[in-house]
Structures are given as C-alpha cells and as structure tokens.
C-alpha cells in the first residue's frame, strides 16, 4: 500500500519521523520491563508468603480434584470396552472365545481348504474316467483306459487319505505350536483365560475333525453315484457298512444313531489324548518337547492296549463259564452297552479336560 506522495506507510519526512519511529519503540519496551518487574515483584511476594505460611499449623489437604482431559493416562480400544461391560464377564468371554476360535479357524483351514479341493478334483476325476471308460468299446484302447481308471481310483484314495489325516496334524500342530513354543509368549500375553484357550483349541479341532469327515463321506457317495444300488451303498461307503450291521438289531435306527454317538466320543477321547501328553511332554523337558510327548503318547497308547487286551481275556474267560462281566452285559443289552461305551468315554474327557486345565493354569513351560 502506497501513501500519497508513492510513499510507503513506514516512510516519513524529515528526521522527525525516524525519531517518533525510535521513540515510540523505546516507550514499547520500557511498557514491556515495567510488566516484568512487575510481575517478579509479585511473585517474591507469593513466595514469601508460602514461606511464612509452612511456619503456621497447616490445615488438612483438600481432597485431590479428578484429573484432567488433559492429564488423563492412554487407554487401549480394549481397556475401554473392558471398563464399559463390568458387571458382564460372559459377554467378555464369550467375544473372546469367539476371536480365539476365529484365528484358530483360520490356521487350520488354509491347509484343509486346498484338500478339499484336490478330493473334489480327484473324484471328477475318476468321474470322468469311469464315464470314459462304460463309454469306450474299443480293444486298442482298451488297456490305456484300463491304467487311467487305475491312476485316478490311487489319486482318489490318496487325497481321501489326506483329507483324514491332515485335520488330525493340524489340530495337534496347533495345540503345540501355539501354546508351548515361543509362539506361546505372543498367546498367553492376550487376556484370555486357560479356559478359553483351551475350549477355543478344542472346539476348532472338533469341528474341523467331524467336517472332514462329513466331506469325505460326501465325496465317498458321489464317486459311486453313476452306478449306485443299495448293495453298492452297503458294502462300498462308511455309512452304508455301519446301516448294514445296524440292520440285524431290533432298531436299527436308534443303534446307528448310538453307535455315532460312540464313535464321536472316541474320537474326543483321541484328540483329548494327543492334548494331554503334549502337556505332560512339555512338563518333562524343554528342549525336546515334541519327542515327550510322542513318547507319552506310546506309553498311553500300549498301557490302554494293554488293559483292553487283560479286559477281553477276562471276558472270554467269563463266556466259559458264565461269569458277571457276561451277566453285565446280558443286563445292559445292546443299547445300554452302547451308552455305557458312550458315558465311559465322557468320563475320561471330562478328566482329560482338567488335566489340561491344570497344567495351562500352573505347569505351562515356554523355555
């Protein structure tokens, strides 16, 4: 901005204006130390007068006020919803259960999900080359349809063999893995209880163990469908031979639903038997977990053949001559022997359950 005379504002005319500019600055910073004298001036005071005031009784100290916005120490996302849902645990363990189950399911399937879909492959295959094979009637083709039937049937049975063992390394891998090795640091750290993790690892297995089941099964049925019958589902799939030897009881439908049942609870009882010499291995020693816990797992493994080998001694002995274990049995019938199969298996997962509950909650060892 210019002035009259293209002049700017801060120029003036004569010497005059350069010393009112001067003087006007020097009256600035003499109003300046005025105000800081000032204010030292005061703050001797104060002082004096707290000085003066710590010879005299003091009375007692006012109650200190709430912190600050502005003083307030940093809370987690999770510390905040943990604080706004006191008063409701189960809501707390049942969303953590839930995020355990979650990564679990996550580790587990990225390795099933690819066997599921080398079963679906193999069984099209095998699918088509049968297809192929009813259609084919010619002699010089006749031997190479012959290997191709034989390679797909052997690429079927191998990735059905895979799809029932990869779920069972998998869950015990990741039992290992995630709870007793150096990954364990990162898991216990979380705040979840021993209860949890152990539901969370039991539950994933379970449900991971009974799906690949069902799909094997599944893919077991649509293999044969091109030539399915009655006598080709009872001699060719798993559930056709268990409906066949269920068919000669009294009822047929309540023995094959018992006989599942008692084949699920064995199932728990195994993987429960894997959990428990993983515990009691890395309660041994801690450079050579894995080789404990195998070696626990023969131990339990020979000492319950063992006991079943003395257990069906005794009861040949007891078809001899009568005895009670023959008597039991006659009493219980096929139904009652079935839940007792069932019951006994419980039994030995609850005390499995606790066991592991035990040395999650006192005997851990990450070294």
């Known amino acids: 901005m210019v002035a009259d005379g293209n002049k700017y504002w801060f120029e003036e005319d004569g010497t005059n204006g350069s010393d009112g500019g001067k003087n006007a600055g020097k009256d600035s910073w003499e109003a300046l130390l005025g105000e800081e004298k000032e204010t030292e001036e005061k703050g001797a005071a104060d002082a004096s007068g707290v000085s003066g005031a710590s010879e005299a009784p003091q009375d007692p100290a006012p109650a200190p006020s709430a912190p600050q916005a502005s003083g307030t120490p940093y809370r987690s996302a999770y510390e905040i919803r943990l604080s706004a849902m006191q008063g409701r645990p189960k809501a707390v363990r049942g969303k953590m259960l839930r995020t355990l189950m979650r990564y679990d399911y996550k580790e587990i399937f990225k390795i099933l999900f690819p066997c599921y879909i080398a079963l679906a492959a193999a069984t099209v295959l095998y699918l088509v080359v049968s297809e192929i094979a009813g259609r084919v009637l010619s002699d010089s083709s006749g ?66 163990l009974f799906l690949s089941l069902i799909i094997t099964s599944l893919f077991d049925i649509v293999r044969l469908l091109p030539h399915m019958s009655y006598g080709t589902f009872l001699t060719n799939t798993q559930l056709g031979m268990l409906w066949d030897m269920c068919q000669s009881t009294d009822l047929p439908v309540l023995t094959c639903i018992e006989a599942i049942l008692l084949i699920a609870a064995a199932n728990i009882v195994s993987l429960h038997l894997f959990y428990v010499c993983i515990c009691f291995g890395q309660m041994v020693t801690s450079r050579n977990k894995g080789w404990a816990a195998i070696g626990f797992y023969v131990l339990f493994t020979f000492g319950g053949g063992l006991l079943l080998s003395v257990f069906l001694v005794g ?48 005997k851990i060892n990450l070294s």
């Not at 015990?172 to 979380?190: C, D, H, M, P, W």
């Not at 705040?191 to 991971?208: C, D, N, V």
């Not at 009861?315 to 199969?341: E, I, K, P, S």
Request: net charge neutral; proline share 3%; aromatic share 12%.
């Open 143 to 208: 031997e190479f349809i012959l290997y191709a039937t034989a390679v797909a049937s052997s690429l079927y049975g191998i990735s059905a063999a895979v799809c029932g063992v990869a779920p069972v390394v998998m869950v015990v891998q990741r039992f290992y893995k995630n709870l007793f090795t150096a990954e364990g640091y990162l898991t216990l750290s979380i705040p979840a209880t021993p209860q949890e993790q152990l539901l969370s690892k039991f539950l994933s297995a379970i449900s991971a």
């Open 315 to 362: 009861l040949v002995m007891d078809l001899a001559d009568g005895g009670g274990l023959v008597n039991l049995f006659r009493f219980l019938g096929l139904h009652g022997t079935l839940w007792l199969g069932v019951a006994i298996c419980l039994a030995l997962s609850v005390g499995a359950w606790f066991i592991e509950k035990y040395v999650m909650s006192k």
